[in-house]
């Protein structure tokens, strides 16, 4: 199992950029598929973006261009830069990690950082 701490949420104004960060302990996280979600008060959980266990990646239409996702398997740490922030973008964000395992998918979560985009 893995366990997920994420941190670098904060307050920033419309245009500004914020790094998350998530930390990971207890498995080596090379081998997790790993992805960054949000959750707005009163909207469902969305994938942001995510990153594979061999480096592919996908974003979101609504920051493509604006996030970028990294891992450091080594520092066991995944990053999302997020630039040009918009007040959409306020949400808790979660660090997901998935590993497949025979017909399932294990799932972890962090516990979610808020980032709040405002004026």
């Known amino acids: 199992q893995v366990q997920l701490v994420e941190s670098g949420g904060g307050l920033v104004q419309p245009g500004g950029s914020l790094r998350l960060s998530c930390a990971a302990s207890?498995?080596?996280?090379?081998?997790?598929?790993m992805g960054w979600y949000r959750q707005a008060p009163g909207k469902q959980r969305e994938l942001v973006a995510a990153i594979t266990s061999s480096g592919r990646i996908n974003y979101d239409d609504s920051v493509k261009g604006r996030f970028t996702i990294s891992r450091d398997n080594a520092k066991n740490t995944v990053g999302l830069q997020m630039n040009s922030l918009k007040s959409e973008d306020t949400a808790v964000y979660y660090c997901?990690?998935?590993?497949?395992?025979?017909?399932?998918?294990?799932?972890?979560w962090g516990q979610g950082t808020q980032v709040t985009v405002s004026s």
């Open positions: 997901n990690a998935k590993l497949p395992a025979g017909t399932n998918t294990l799932n972890y």
């Open positions: 207890g498995s080596m996280l090379s081998i997790y598929h």
